[in-house]
Nanobody, 118 residues
Framework: QVQLVESGGGLVQPGGSLSLSCAASASIFSNNAMAWYRQAPGKQRELVAFITAGSYTYYGASAKGRFTISRDNAKNTVYLRMSSLKSEDTAVYYC????????????WGRGTQVTVSS
């Protein structure tokens, strides 16, 4: 069964921190690079960061220096630790198998809403 379940979103003040988690089915997670993407209202989905099966990491310009992606291969889970949050980080955050800057064309989970506001 294909499954992606994102969690950990919420409302946070500018400058605050938040940690996201994503539990994936083995068919998506195993031996694949996993990524976090986000989509703000009226904007195109964008790549936030990805991590390979061997834990090589890549960060998009908006995430570099502020976000940390990690994975637990035993739990089929990928994490995103976000700090120094800005209002422009407000978006729905999704995880998925890494597939370029926009992500796969097929299955997506529901995502988790992150709102940065005072």
């Amino acid at each position: 069964q294909v499954q992606l379940v994102e969690s950990g979103g919420g409302l946070v003040q500018p400058g605050g921190s938040l940690s996201l988690s994503c539990a994936a089915s083995a068919s998506i997670f195993s031996n694949n690079a996993m990524a976090w993407y986000r989509q703000a209202p009226g904007k195109q989905r964008e790549l936030v960061a990805f991590i390979t099966a061997g834990s090589y990491t890549y960060y998009g310009a908006s995430a570099k220096g502020r976000f940390t992606i990690s994975r637990d291969n035993a739990k089929n889970t990928v994490y995103l630790r976000m700090s120094s949050l800005k209002s422009e980080d407000t978006a729905v955050y999704y995880c998925n198998k890494y597939s370029g800057p926009l992500g796969p064309d097929d299955f997506w989970g529901r995502g988790t809403q992150v709102t940065v506001s005072s």
